[in-house]
């Protein structure tokens, strides 16, 4: 009788188990009426899909924002688009053919859409609905903030479906080619960011379309995709309205002199053993344009501690300064500032006397050029921020402003809040003026100035920071940003190993 009873129990506890395991969205609770959009794009498979409730798991509806706006004639006629973000904050978009009243909608009108019974496939390369009559639109609210993404252009490159008919921001864009004086926005451009090239349509009748293009601006819009024969989604961007074209106030000029990577902790003894690798983007000699270079060292013993005061100029074991005085260095060629004893990784390494030393100084027992201390390490190895910063001309104050920076690490007294920092100048990883809402930020760390390189890990292992990177004088900006390459040298290491192919390129065009 005791096992009869014990059967019994565990089929009553199967049972209720298996009730329990239908299909829902939330364990115990109802399906939800709305599906996200992210979800909704997955049921395509590359071929035509009609919405029913067993494919929407039991939805029918979806609700977004209404980032479309056809008032200015640039956007596929007819196409309703909305984006949510109801699955895990991603942010996903769809475009919905509803004919003509797609114009009645504008950006900022909350809406929700019965999709039960639409079909879904791609046409002219964007995944759409169809089959969705006026009356399955509701207008919830209006006037509510559609968000855009920012994003690179290497990201929607990458991932042209998840992009597809979402509102993005594509910050600091400039044509490349570079536009003629008096070239329009109107017909078909390629704008780059400094980490990719992408297509930007705008037709020859839009109500933009004369207007004159930036040298450099933001751009928002919303990207579609273009389908090759082989299948492959081409994404390209379009503006919505002239609106969307911000022009950047912020002057970007052509730095003579740019950084191209470092070695702050060689193998062996850092003492007169670190330097840093430079390219000149013009013939320049150094008696008649003269240039500084100056390093600074965050750690929590280096004095004086605190904010730095004088910026560049703070010295002590905080800053120390290079002069850049002797010496020729041609257009699109490596030179190096360092330490004296000229060995690709310390002692004991190949000797790189041969390379173009435009300063070697023994950093270690000389005070530095106006300021610094002497020091055994120029750059920190690990923990607070190192930097390095490039200033035309000998004389470095409180105001000077570098034509080239860079930096290692977050950490330390390094910003304010306010007007003591180390300043920065216009590159590929830093801008003087926000470039989303135009307010300044003149310091490391001030806004959106937080991108930094990270230490190598073990200490002492000879990394070389390889900077990378394509600068077109062209184009006068980076059209590929700088990124941390990580070569680990040996004693053996050649020069041209670390001017080599992965290294920093100069363009003309």
């Given at each position: 009788?005791?096992?009869?009873?014990?059967?019994?129990?565990?089929?009553?506890?199967?049972?209720t188990?298996?009730?329990?395991?239908?299909?829902?969205?939330?364990?115990?609770g109802?399906?939800?009426?709305?599906i996200?959009?992210y979800?909704?794009?997955?049921?395509?498979?590359?071929?035509?899909?009609?919405?029913?409730?067993?494919s929407?798991?039991?939805?029918?509806?979806?609700?977004?924002?209404?980032?479309?706006?056809?008032?200015?004639?640039?956007?596929?006629?007819?196409?309703?688009?909305?984006?949510?973000?109801?699955?895990?904050?991603?942010?996903?978009g769809?475009s919905?053919?509803?004919?003509a009243?797609?114009?009645d909608y504008?950006?900022?009108?909350?809406?929700?859409?019965?999709v039960?019974?639409?079909?879904?496939?791609?046409?002219?390369?964007?995944?759409?609905?169809s089959?969705?009559?006026?009356?399955?639109?509701t207008?919830?609210a209006?006037g509510?903030?559609?968000?855009?993404?920012?994003?690179?252009?290497?990201?929607?490159?990458?991932?042209p479906?998840?992009?597809?008919?979402?509102?993005?921001?594509?910050?600091?864009?400039?044509?490349?080619p570079?536009?003629?004086?008096?070239?329009?926005?109107?017909?078909?451009?390629v704008?780059?960011?400094?980490?990719?090239?992408?297509?930007?349509?705008?037709?020859?009748?839009?109500?933009?379309?004369?207007?004159?293009?930036?040298?450099?601006?933001?751009?928002?819009?919303?990207?579609?995709?273009?389908?090759t024969?082989?299948?492959t989604?081409?994404?390209?961007?379009r503006?919505r309205?002239?609106?969307?074209?911000?022009?950047?106030?912020s002057?970007?000029?052509?730095?003579?002199?740019?950084?191209?990577?470092?070695?702050?902790?060689?193998?062996?003894?850092?003492?007169?053993?670190?330097?840093?690798q430079?390219?000149?983007?013009?013939?320049?000699?150094?008696?008649?344009?003269?240039?500084?270079l100056?390093?600074?060292?965050?750690?929590?013993?280096s004095t004086?501690?605190?904010?730095?005061?004088?910026?560049?100029?703070?010295g002590?074991?905080?800053?120390?300064k290079?002069?850049?005085?002797?010496?020729?260095?041609?257009?699109?060629?490596?030179?190096?500032?360092?330490?004296?004893?000229?060995?690709?990784?310390?002692?004991?390494?190949?000797?790189?006397?041969?390379?173009?030393?435009?300063?070697?100084y023994?950093?270690?027992t000389?005070?530095?050029?106006?300021?610094?201390?002497?020091?055994?390490?120029?750059?920190?190895?690990?923990?607070?921020?190192s930097?390095?910063?490039?200033?035309?001309?000998?004389?470095?104050?409180?105001?000077?402003?570098?034509?080239?920076?860079i930096?290692?690490?977050?950490?330390?007294?390094?910003f304010n809040?306010?007007?003591?920092?180390?300043?920065?100048?216009?590159?590929?990883?830093?801008?003087?003026?926000?470039?989303?809402?135009?307010?300044?930020?003149?310091?490391?760390?001030?806004?959106?100035?937080?991108?930094?390189?990270?230490?190598?890990?073990?200490?002492?292992?000879?990394?070389?920071?390889?900077l990378?990177?394509?600068?077109?004088?062209?184009?006068?900006?980076?059209?590929?940003?700088?990124?941390?390459?990580?070569?680990l040298?040996?004693?053996e290491?050649?020069?041209?190993?670390i001017?080599?192919?992965?290294?920093?390129?100069?363009?003309?065009?």
């Amino acid at each position: 009788m005791k096992k009869t009873n014990l059967y019994l129990l565990i089929l009553v506890m199967v049972g209720t188990l298996l009730s329990a395991c239908t299909k829902t969205n939330y364990p115990g609770g109802e399906v939800s009426p709305y599906i996200g959009i992210y979800d909704l794009r997955a049921l395509y498979k590359d071929s035509p899909v009609t919405l029913d409730i067993e494919s929407l798991g039991g939805s029918s509806k979806i609700s977004g924002w209404v980032i479309s706006d056809h008032r200015e004639g640039n956007l596929p006629e007819g196409l309703l688009i909305v984006q949510d973000k109801r699955r895990l904050n991603f942010q996903r978009g769809i475009s919905i053919a509803v004919g003509a009243t797609a114009a009645d909608y504008l950006p900022g009108d909350s809406v929700v859409i019965d999709v039960l019974g639409a079909e879904m496939k791609r046409v002219d390369g964007i995944l759409q609905l169809s089959g969705i009559g006026s009356e399955k639109i509701t207008r919830a609210a209006s006037g509510l903030t559609a968000p855009a993404n920012v994003v690179t252009i290497d990201q929607i490159l990458l991932k042209p479906d998840d992009y597809e008919s979402t509102l993005v921001a594509i910050v600091k864009g400039g044509f490349n080619p570079m536009p003629k004086p008096g070239e329009l926005v109107g017909g078909p451009k390629v704008i780059n960011d400094g980490f990719g090239n992408l297509a930007i349509e705008t037709d020859t009748d839009a109500a933009f379309a004369r207007q004159e293009v930036y040298k450099m601006a933001n751009y928002y819009g919303i990207i579609f995709n273009h389908v090759t024969d082989s299948g492959t989604l081409v994404p390209y961007h379009r503006p919505r309205r002239g609106a969307d074209i911000v022009a950047l106030n912020s002057e970007y000029t052509i730095p003579k002199v740019i950084i191209t990577g470092f070695a702050s902790d060689p193998r062996g003894t850092d003492a007169n053993n670190e330097y840093i690798q430079l390219m000149a983007t013009q013939d320049i000699d150094f008696s008649k344009t003269p240039f500084s270079l100056v390093t600074t060292n965050n750690a929590n013993a280096s004095t004086p501690t605190g904010f730095p005061a004088n910026s560049w100029a703070t010295g002590g074991v905080r800053t120390y300064k290079f002069n850049l005085s002797a010496g020729f260095a041609a257009k699109g060629t490596y030179f190096y500032v360092g330490g004296t004893n000229k060995r690709i990784n310390s002692t004991s390494s190949t000797e790189i006397a041969n390379a173009n030393w435009i300063t070697a100084y023994a950093y270690n027992t000389n005070p530095g050029f106006d300021f610094g201390n002497p020091t055994t390490n120029l750059l920190a190895n690990s923990g607070n921020a190192s930097g390095i910063a490039v200033f035309e001309g000998t004389e470095v104050t409180k105001e000077s402003v570098p034509v080239d920076v860079i930096f290692v690490g977050t950490g330390g007294s390094l910003f304010n809040g306010t007007n003591i920092g180390y300043r920065i100048t216009n590159t590929d990883w830093y801008d003087i003026i926000n470039p989303l809402d135009m307010t300044e930020q003149a310091f490391y760390r001030a806004g959106t100035n937080t991108k930094a390189l990270t230490y190598h890990t073990p200490s002492d292992a000879g990394y070389f920071y390889m900077l990378g990177g394509v600068y077109n004088l062209s184009l006068g900006r980076w059209t590929q940003a700088r990124i941390q390459g990580s070569f680990l040298m040996t004693k053996e290491t050649q020069l041209d190993e670390i001017e080599g192919e992965e290294a920093t390129k100069l363009l003309d065009n």
